[in-house]
């Protein structure tokens, strides 16, 4: 199971753009590259997932890179509210869930006014 | 309505002592885990079913007993509370065949143990 590595933590101010980048250098042929977000108190949600090159919605976009060694989730114009720890993990494709998904410990993201 | 959902949202009990957390998701799913989350935010799972059937079992010490009496429900039931044991515990649930990697998670549950 491919694990991944990112940052302990990351500081940034209100209406700044925020990339936070995850390495997965074992990721396989069939593995999806997903985020979650998680307040505090709250379980974590899921925000953004893709495949290969950029993916984007309401939330944040995706970046990956054409080797999918690492990605770059990026938060446009970061809020107060967006003070959370971000969560990045590789799912094995096919629809299929049943795999072990490895969370880690996140980036802890700080949004200062 | 919450998707899912766990019960009691908090939990304070002696070491030694024996206790549940409750779990029901009314999403429709047929996977449902759980996952410790440790002080330093380490999130980890700890069991998974998929249609009432046992298919992950992470090295979980015997202490540690998930029971699914049917597909939208997965408890968790903790005998001989250790100090280690504190943290939260959060429940989840997926749809086999759909997104892959989505789970929907629950509040948690924050057991303290003294």
């Known amino acids: 199971l491919a694990k991944t590595t990112q940052p302990i933590s990351m500081d940034s101010y209100e209406g700044q753009e925020v990339n936070i980048t995850c390495s997965h250098n074992n990721i396989a042929t069939n593995d999806y590259i997903t985020w979650y977000q998680q307040f505090p108190s709250q379980g974590p949600r899921f925000i953004i997932q893709g495949y290969k090159t950029k993916v984007t919605n309401e939330v944040a976009s995706l970046f990956i890179p054409a080797d999918r060694k690492s990605s770059t989730l990026s938060l446009p114009r970061v809020s107060l509210s967006d003070t959370a720890v971000y969560y990045c993990l590789v799912a094995p494709g096919g629809g299929s869930t049943l795999g072990r998904l490895y969370f880690g410990r996140g980036t802890q993201l700080t949004v200062w006014p | 309505d919450t998707a899912v959902s766990q019960t009691p949202k908090y939990l304070v009990t002696q070491m030694g002592n024996d206790k549940s957390i409750k779990c029901e998701q009314n999403?429709?799913?047929?996977?449902m885990y759980w996952y410790k989350q440790d002080s330093k935010k380490f999130l980890k799972i700890m069991f998974s079913y998929n249609n009432k059937e046992l298919i992950i079992n992470e090295t979980v010490p015997n202490r540690f007993s998930p029971k699914s009496p049917d597909k939208a429900h997965l408890n968790l039931h903790i005998n001989s509370l250790e100090l280690g044991d504190s943290a939260v515990y959060f429940c989840?649930?997926?749809?086999?065949?759909?997104?892959?990697?989505?789970?929907?998670f629950g509040e948690g549950s924050r057991l303290t143990v003294l």
């Open positions: 999403l429709g799913h047929d996977t």
């Open positions: 989840a649930s997926s749809q086999e065949g759909v997104r892959t990697g989505e789970l929907f």
